[in-house]
C-alpha cells in the first residue's frame, strides 16, 4: 500500500488498506495504516482532513513510541505539502528525534525537515539535514533516498549562487531518479530550469518547465504541476511579460484546488507584482493590497516571499511619486547572508531605483555598484565565457539605473565608467571590472589556454570553476593611463552611450574628459533602419540606374547620422583627429564610420570595449 501509494496509485493503495485493516492488524501496525491514509488524503486534495487523521493515529491507545514518532513524520509531511509549515515544523523535529535507530525513516524525515527549511529560507539547517539524510540514506542501503537527498542539496547550491556544485549534484541524482518514473523525470526537469533561470538562461528553461508540468498533468500531480506553472510564470515575466499572469493564475487555481493556500500567496504575490507598475488609482490599490499579503505571507512562515512582495512594493511607492515612503518601506527590510544571490541583487536595484526617481543620483550608483559587485563576484567564479555572459541578466536594470543616472549628474568620468562597465558586463569577453571598484581597466590576456567546452551541454561537468581569478580580470588603471596611452597612439576616444529617451558621447583626449549631449535617442531609429536596409542592398547586384538611388540615399542617411552623432563631437574636438577609438552601443558600433565624409582621412577602431583596445 506504502508503495502503490508513493506511486500515485492511490485507488489501489487504499483498497489494499481496506483487505489489511479487515485482517484485525495490531495496534502499531493500525496506526502506520493510518498514517498512509492519511498520505493518500492529502494527495488527493484534503491536507486539513490527512493531519486530523494523523493526529487520531498518533492517539491510539497503547502503540509504540516509534510508531509515534513516524506518524509524527507523515503529519510532518502531510502539513509541508499543503503548506502549514507551522504544523510541519515541531512534527518533524519530534519525528527525527524518535527515529535514531531506523535510518530508512531517518533518512525521509530529515529529507523532508530540510525541504521546509530551504523553503522558509533557513539554508544552512536545511544543508545540515540533507547531508544527514544521505549518511542515513546510505547506512539503510536506499540509493533513491540518498539521490533525492543529493538532489535537495544540489536544489540549495543553486539558491547560494554555487552553480556548478548544484548541477553535478542535480546531474549525479538525474542518473538514479530519472529511469524509476515519469514524474521523478519530471521533477529533474523543473529543478533542473530553475538552476537554468539562476543561470540568466530564461529561454532554455521555459521548454522543460512546459514538459515537466505536462508531465505533471498526466501524473494527476496538481500540486507539482502547478510549482512548474509558478517557476514557468517567473521566467515568462523575463521574455514574454504579457503571458506570464496567465500561467500564474493557473498555478494558483491549482494550488488552491490542491488544499494548499499557503502556496497559493506566493502565486497571489508574484502576480501582485504586475498590479504594482500600474499608475493612479489601480497602482494605489495594488500597493494596499500587498502590504496586506505581505503580512500573510510573513504569518505563513513564507518571510522570503514576504521581503520579496515588499521590496515590489517599496519601488512602487517610488514610482507612484511618494519617495519618503519609499524610502522607508525599504529601510525596513534587511538584506539577510542567507538570502538567495538574486533577491540580493533585487535589494540593490529597488534601493538604486527610488534613489534615482527621487533624484539622488549618487546614492543610486553607489547601490547599482553594489548590486554589479555581487553579479560579477558571482561571473567570475565561472571559466566559461557563455555562463558569464548569461549571469549578466541579473544587472540588466542595474546598469538602466546605473547609465540614467550618470548621464543624470553630467558626470563624464562617471558616464564612461558605466559605458565601460555595461558594455564588459554584457559582452562574452571575460568582465571588466573586479568587485568593489568602480574604475577604467586596461586590458591584460589571460595565462591560461585550457579549452572550455560549450555551455550548450549544460551540464554540471560542462560548466567550470574559475580558479585564476587575476588572469581573468585585468589590472585597473585610471583616467591618467588611459590618456597617456591616448597620446602614445596619437588617438582620441569617443564613447557613446544611450537611454531608451537620450544619446550622449563621452570625449576623452589627451588633455580633457568631456561629455557631449548629442539629443533624444528614437528619432534616430528610422535613420538607422533605413541606413541599414540601403547597405543591404548595396551589397546585391543592381542594375546602374538603382546602384546610383542607393548611393544617393546612403549619402543622404549618412550625412544625417554623422549631423546627430558625429558633428558635435567634432565640435568639441575642434579638429578631426588622426586616430579615433570608438565604443558605441551595438546599434551605432555597426555604423560604416569610415564612410562618412569627415572620418575619411581618420584611422578609426572599433572596440567592445576600452579594456579590448
Same mark, same amino acid.
Given at each position: ?28 501496525? $493500525? ?31 497503547? &502503540? ?9 513524520? %507523515?503529519?510532518?509531511?502531510? @502539513? ?69 537527498? %543529493? ?20 546531474? $549525479? ?12 523525470? #519530471?521533477? +529533474? ?17 521555459? +521548454? ?58 506566493? #502565486?497571489? $504575490? ?12 489601480? +497602482? ?23 521581503? *520579496? ?75 566559461? &565565457? ?73 551540464? +554540471? ?39 531608451? *529617451? ?57 550625412? @544625417? ?53
Amino acid at each position: 500500500a506504502v508503495a502503490l501509494a508513493n506511486d500515485g496509485r492511490h485507488g489501489r493503495a487504499l483498497a489494499m488498506l481496506d483487505r489489511a485493516h479487515a485482517r484485525g492488524p495490531d495496534p502499531d501496525t $493500525a496506526a502506520l495504516m493510518i498514517g498512509t491514509r492519511a498520505y493518500v488524503m492529502a494527495e488527493r486534495g484534503d491536507p486539513a482532513g490527512a493531519q486530523d487523521l494523523c493526529r487520531q493515529g498518533m492517539e491510539t491507545p497503547g &502503540i509504540h513510541r516509534r510508531t509515534t514518532a513516524v506518524l509524527a513524520g %507523515q503529519l510532518g509531511l502531510v @502539513a509541508l505539502r499543503g503548506g502549514d509549515w507551522k504544523a510541519a515544523a515541531p512534527m518533524l523535529d519530534l519525528a527525527a528525534r524518535g527515529l535514531d535507530h531506523d535510518p530508512q525513516r531517518l533518512g525521509q524525515v530529515l529529507l523532508n525537515r530540510g525541504t521546509l527549511a530551504m523553503q522558509q529560507g533557513h539554508n544552512p539547517p536545511a544543508e545540515a539535514d540533507f547531508l544527514r539524510a544521505m549518511t542515513a540514506f546510505e547506512e539503510a542501503g536506499d540509493a533513491v533516498g540518498r539521490a533525492k537527498a %543529493q538532489h535537495n542539496a544540489g536544489y540549495l547550491a543553486q539558491l547560494r549562487g554555487d552553480l556548478i556544485p548544484a548541477l553535478r549534484a542535480m546531474d $549525479a541524482a538525474r542518473e538514479v531518479l530519472t529511469p524509476l518514473s515519469a514524474m521523478m523525470a #519530471a521533477v +529533474g526537469e523543473g529543478d533542473r530550469a530553475v538552476l537554468l533561470l539562476a543561470a540568466g538562461m530564461p529561454r532554455e528553461a521555459i +521548454g522543460l518547465l512546459e514538459s515537466a508540468s505536462a508531465a505533471a498533468g498526466r501524473a494527476g500531480q496538481r500540486q507539482f504541476q502547478a510549482e512548474f506553472e509558478l517557476t514557468l510564470a517567473r521566467t515568462l515575466a523575463l521574455t514574454d511579460p504579457a503571458a506570464a499572469p496567465a500561467v500564474a493564475r493557473r498555478a494558483m487555481r491549482r494550488y488552491r484546488a490542491a488544499g494548499n493556500p499557503n502556496a497559493a500567496l506566493t #502565486a497571489e $504575490a508574484f502576480l501582485l507584482r504586475f498590479d504594482l507598475e500600474r499608475q493612479g488609482r489601480r +497602482g494605489v490599490e495594488a500597493l494596499v493590497a500587498a502590504d496586506a499579503l505581505a503580512v500573510r505571507l510573513a504569518e505563513a512562515k513564507n518571510a522570503e516571499g514576504a521581503r *520579496e512582495l515588499r521590496r515590489h512594493a517599496a519601488r512602487a511607492a517610488a514610482r507612484l511619486g511618494d519617495f519618503p515612503a519609499a524610502t522607508a518601506r525599504l529601510r525596513s527590510l534587511r538584506v539577510l547572508p542567507s538570502e538567495p544571490l538574486p533577491a540580493r541583487v533585487l535589494h540593490h536595484e529597488v534601493s538604486a531605483d527610488i534613489a534615482a526617481r527621487s533624484g539622488r543620483h549618487r546614492v543610486a550608483l553607489r547601490h547599482a555598484t553594489l548590486g554589479v559587485d555581487l553579479v560579477t563576484a558571482w561571473q567570475l567564479r565561472y571559466e566559461d &565565457i557563455d555562463l558569464r555572459t548569461s549571469l549578466a541578466l541579473h544587472t540588466r536594470r542595474l546598469l538602466v539605473t546605473g547609465i540614467t543616472s550618470a548621464l543624470a549628474l553630467g558626470d563624464p568620468v562617471q558616464v564612461l565608467t558605466w559605458a565601460e562597465l555595461t558594455r564588459g558586463v554584457i559582452s562574452r569577453t571575460a568582465p571588466v571590472r573586479q568587485p568593489s571598484h568602480l574604475e577604467l581597466q586596461a586590458h591584460r590576456g589571460s595565462s591560461d589556454t585550457r579549452p572550455l567546452r560549450p555551455l550548450a551541454q549544460t551540464s +554540471g561537468f560542462a560548466w567550470r570553476a574559475h580558479e585564476e581569478t587575476g588572469s581573468a580580470t585585468g589590472s585597473l588603471t585610471d583616467l591618467r593611463q588611459l590618456q597617456h596611452a591616448l597620446a602614445a597612439q596619437e588617438a582620441v576616444l569617443v564613447s557613446y552611450v544611450r537611454t531608451d *529617451e537620450e544619446l550622449a558621447a563621452v570625449v576623452v583626449t589627451p588633455q580633457a574628459i568631456t561629455l557631449v549631449r548629442l539629443g533624444p535617442w528614437p528619432p534616430l531609429l528610422p535613420l538607422l533602419a533605413t541606413l541599414i536596409a540601403d547597405l543591404d542592398m548595396s551589397a546585391l547586384t543592381l542594375s546602374l540606374e538603382l546602384e546610383r538611388a542607393v548611393a544617393a540615399s546612403l549619402t543622404h542617411e549618412l550625412a @544625417a547620422i554623422a549631423e546627430r552623432v558625429w558633428e558635435p563631437v567634432l565640435a568639441a574636438l575642434g579638429q578631426t583627429p588622426k586616430r579615433l577609438v570608438l565604443t558605441a552601443p551595438p546599434a551605432l558600433s555597426g555604423l560604416p564610420w569610415s564612410l562618412i565624409p569627415a572620418l575619411t582621412e581618420t584611422a578609426v577602431s572599433i572596440p567592445e570595449t576600452i579594456a579590448d583596445w
